[in-house]
């Protein structure tokens, strides 16, 4: 079955400490992303990716990291987590470019962090 | 920096209202992508506009793509309890750019 997951679905954290949310495609995509949606503000993109090695900042990338050393695995990594970063956060893949193909979501990670 | 902006943030409806949600861009759009996403779901793709004019139907569902290129409708003809959901736009400036959601219409259907 074609999809984009997600691990963990839920995390509850401290503050400073490091975590990874990993999420892996299986439809050969080129194009993968990372969201955050907050209330009021709907989804805003993090970072995004166009292919292997290559990637750029979406519009809030402060205090994330990303890399995209294989095709399907789009890791999104919280160096020293924050409060202001408690949020629910989707990986989001498609074929070629966002504008040409549909984007698939993951099925989202609610983090919180304490 | 660009700016995509949905009204209304949320509208209640009877079952079988029809309903409408607008998006409107600062600057000219490129292409217009829609998602719909359930409670507790995640966002689903339903259509993508590129063309200036454009109109496109699926169903209950009728997409415009202004003129100008600068706003865009979605609209539901007699919604039904399965239409819940929040109605996201969304915009990037070219295919491997970086995308902008709009806020989002959260749609209640009340039976």
């Known amino acids: 079955e074609a999809q984009v997951t997600q691990n963990p679905r839920y995390l509850i954290t401290v503050t400073g400490k490091k975590l990874t949310v990993t999420c892996s495609q299986n439809m050969n995509h ?13 989804l805003r993109q993090i970072y995004y990716s166009m292919n292997v090695e290559v990637t750029d900042k979406g519009d809030v990338p402060e205090g994330y990291k990303v890399s995209r050393k294989e095709k399907r695995n789009f890791p999104l990594i919280l160096e020293s987590p924050s409060p202001n970063q408690t949020s629910l956060y989707f990986c989001a893949s498609s074929l070629l470019g966002v504008g040409t193909d549909t984007q698939y979501f993951g099925p989202g990670t609610r983090l919180t962090v304490l | 920096g660009q700016q995509v902006m949905q009204i209304p943030q949320y509208q209640h409806v009877q079952e079988g209202e029809d309903f409408t949600t607008y998006c409107n861009s600062s600057t000219t759009l490129s292409n217009i992508q829609w998602y719909k996403q359930r409670p507790g ?34 609209h539901i003809t007699a919604t039904q309890t399965t239409d819940v959901g929040t109605y996201f736009c969304a915009n990037m400036k070219t295919s491997y750019d970086k995308v902008i959601f709009g806020p989002g219409t959260s749609l209640s259907v009340i039976p």
């Open chain 1, 30 to 42: 080129e194009y993968m992303s990372w969201y955050r949606q907050d209330p009021g503000l709907g």
């Open chain 2, 41 to 74: 779901g995640h966002p689903v793709f339903l259509i993508q506009l590129v063309k200036s004019g454009e109109v496109k139907k699926q169903k209950r569902l009728t997409f415009q793509f202004g003129e100008a290129k600068k706003n865009s409708s979605l």
